[in-house]
């Protein structure tokens, strides 16, 4: 069966430091994979997805990126982090085939910026 | 502009007292509706997917159902454990474009 795994879980960061997120996928392969952000209270924000090593698509700019280095592996990452960063993320993946991409979910990080 | 759209905001319910959640879309060439189950602090958990209108699912005291417009997610006879915040999210045309609502917060009393 297919896992997915986020790191840290939480994280406590002042204001312009750097910033680096990790997400694994086990049990599958060449997923699709995405991170979200969610605010208090607010539906999630879909911040970037890649279909593959190297190809990542940003849907909100602002001063995050991403990076896909292994297939299963996708990485959140920040130069300088804003107050406004702070939030719960998420990462999740689907599968490449079918009608719909069924997303599913990891464990998510609390990322709080001071 | 709103995409997706979900009410109540929260609800409360005695256990036993069946009731409804709504997910109303305004997104075109709809590719699939998802049910979610989000608990404090953790990332949701996925219950259903739904196609195409007139399409229903059920899982345990839950059932989700679709229309051209919105997607109703009942609740039979809920229970204390079913008590967490439910999420429904759209997928348009564009693979990549997913649209979330803010949730219903529901809670079971015992």
């Known amino acids: 069966s297919q896992t997915i795994h986020q790191w840290p879980a939480t994280l406590v960061q002042p204001v312009g430091s750097p910033l680096s997120l990790e997400c694994t996928v086990e049990?599958?392969?060449?997923?699709?994979l995405y991170w979200y952000r969610q605010a208090a209270g607010r539906g999630l924000q879909l911040l970037f997805y890649?279909?593959?090593?190297?190809?990542i698509s940003s849907e909100v700019p602002q001063n995050l990126s991403a990076s896909r280095p292994q297939d299963r592996q996708f990485i959140l990452s920040s130069k300088k982090l804003l107050l406004s960063d702070s939030g719960f993320y998420l990462c999740?993946?689907?599968?490449?085939?079918?009608?719909?991409?069924?997303?599913?979910f990891g464990p998510g990080t609390r990322l709080t910026v001071l | 502009e709103d995409q997706v759209t979900q009410s109540p905001e929260a609800l409360r319910l005695q256990e036993g007292e069946s009731s409804s959640l709504n997910c109303s879309y305004t997104?075109?060439?709809?590719?699939?509706l998802f049910w979610y189950r989000q608990d404090p602090g953790k990332g949701p958990e996925f219950l259903f997917t739904?196609?195409?209108a007139g399409e229903e699912k059920e899982k345990e005291r839950l059932k989700a159902t679709l229309t051209k417009k919105e997607s109703f997610l009942h609740i039979t006879a809920p229970k204390p454990e079913d008590s967490a915040t439910y999420l429904c999210?759209?997928?348009?045309?564009?693979?990549?474009?997913?649209?979330f609502g803010s949730g219903t917060k529901l809670n079971v009393k015992p």
């Open positions: 890649s279909v593959g090593i190297g190809q």
């Open positions: 997104v075109s060439g709809l590719r699939g």
């Open positions: 999740a993946w689907s599968l490449t085939s079918g009608p719909t991409d069924t997303q599913y």
């Open positions: 049990g599958t392969s060449n997923p699709n």
């Open positions: 999210a759209v997928q348009a045309p564009n693979f990549n474009k997913f649209y």
């Open positions: 739904l196609y195409s």
